[in-house]
């Protein structure tokens, strides 16, 4: 599943509750870690939040194709680490990618059975104070980052789904519903799912 929204409109809280709950679905759900160029905001760890690293190591991963997918977002790039969610996968996991418009386009392409889901704030407003609150960014940042949110609304169809992220419990409960219906699609269970006990 790839999650993508505005900067500040909590996409890591949610994921972070869904994964909290005693349920099958909660339990199989994995945070794809992304790497970055970005410096380490206070609380941030290493590995954990994101693999950050320089330019030029970046590069690298993007030239020898290491990464699923890229993007630049303002004036850092993000990816996230192919053999990383393919491990998770082979395991049995379902992984969560939370990254930018760009990224989930390159998902789309390369993924297709991929599913997208974009989060809104519930008004430009709550998000402004949101990103305020943070007190880690400058005012032109903040600014920046919500001029690119709203350039990015125009990539709304081409998502599966939309998540109102109103109030974190109901926003993953909302989440974690669609990671069942999609786990419930005959195409992800073959076209025999539950018919060899019919068979007598």
Do not use: C
Not at 34 to 60: I, L
Not at 120 to 141: D, G, M, N, V, Y
Request: glycine letters at 8%; proline letters at 4%.
């Amino acid at each position: 599943m790839v999650l993508s929204g505005p900067s500040g409109v909590g996409k890591g809280t949610v994921v972070a509750r869904a994964m909290s709950r005693r349920s099958e679905e909660g339990a199989r759900l994995r945070r794809s870690v992304s790497v970055t160029t970005r410096e380490e905001r206070n609380g941030e760890v290493d590995g954990v939040d994101y693999f950050f690293v320089s330019p030029e190591e970046f590069d690298r991963r993007t030239a020898a194709g290491e990464l699923l997918e890229w993007a630049r977002y303002l004036d850092h790039s993000y990816g996230t680490p192919a053999a990383w969610v393919d491990q998770q996968l082979a395991e049995g996991y379902d992984v969560v990618l939370e990254i930018e418009v760009a990224g989930a386009m390159q998902v789309r392409k390369h993924r297709p059975e991929a599913v997208l889901i974009y989060m809104r704030p519930p008004s430009w407003q709550a998000l402004r104070r949101r990103l305020s609150k943070r007190r880690s960014e400058s005012l032109e940042l903040q600014r920046r980052r919500l001029e690119v949110a709203q350039q990015e609304v125009r990539y709304l169809p081409r998502y599966d789904y939309l998540i109102l992220n109103d109030r974190v419990d109901r926003a993953a409960r909302l989440l974690l519903a669609i990671l069942q219906a999609e786990r419930s699609r005959v195409k992800r269970m073959g076209a025999d799912a539950g018919l060899e006990d019919a068979r007598g």
